[in-house]
């Protein structure tokens, strides 16, 4: 069973741009989670899809959003990119929304950002 | 507020035993689990813990301490390819949403 998958690997943008970045979670899986991860700040949430619909959002601009597909894909998008979004940003997939043992939550390689 | 803390940095024999603690503060409490992540690589999922106790995984064992609000993850027969950040994260009651801790770096020497 292929893994999740996030495309592109890397990308470079410049200030004021803007960027799609896409994750395709596990076969059967329904919800899915972005992260940003940096070295100063570690892992954090940025939001959570389900059914097409977000359930949850951390503590971040409106500058990122995302949307999730009926065939369970999803995109986040950032505008307006500033120096300080350079990051890697994961997505996980899981069964369905929630916690718990049959819930893991499983990530992609990630998606390298670089804003200049 | 929401605080996970763990060691920074960990560095340990190849063959010996590894305790890697972290203690967590958090307004809610869905589980706690460990994740691996190689350099460049996806974080892989380790361990959950629910409920208090030892849970034990092939040469991985992860404790979960609820009244304490702490959790270790042990390492028994270091091998080099253990040499990896290990993330410390607490569920939140709100949906599907990890609370990571700035993981450990962990190296192995030979």
């Known amino acids: 069973k292929a893994g999740v998958t996030q495309t592109p690997r890397y990308l470079i943008k410049t200030r004021g741009q803007q960027v799609t970045l896409s994750c395709s979670p596990i076969s059967g899986h329904r919800s899915v989670s972005w992260y940003q991860q940096t070295p100063g700040q570690g892992l954090q949430f940025l939001f959570e899809?389900?059914?097409?619909?977000?359930?949850n959002k951390g503590n971040f601009p409106g500058r990122f959003s995302g949307r999730q597909f009926s065939n369970s894909r999803s995109e986040m998008n950032v505008s307006t990119l500033e120096l300080g979004d350079s990051a890697l940003y994961l997505c996980a997939s899981s069964l369905s929304p929630g916690m718990g043992a049959k819930n893991i939550q499983y990530f992609g390689a990630g998606t390298r950002l670089s804003v200049l | 507020g929401q605080n996970i803390d763990q060691p920074t940095e960990m560095t340990a024999t190849e063959g010996a035993i590894v305790q890697i603690n972290c203690t967590y503060q958090t307004s809610g409490f869905n589980g706690l689990f460990w994740y691996q992540q190689h350099a460049g690589e996806a974080p892989t999922f380790l361990s959950y813990?629910?409920?208090?106790g030892l849970e034990e995984k092939g040469r991985f064992s992860s404790f979960l301490s609820r009244s304490k609000g702490y959790s270790y993850l042990l390492l028994k027969e270091l091998q080099m390819k253990d040499s990896a950040s290990y993330l410390c994260?607490?569920?939140?009651?709100?949906?599907?949403?990890?609370?990571f801790g700035q993981g450990t770096e962990l190296s192995v020497k030979p």
């Open positions: 813990n629910v409920l208090d």
């Open positions: 994260a607490v569920g939140d009651n709100q949906g599907g949403k990890l609370i």
């Open positions: 899809y389900f059914s097409e619909t977000q359930r």
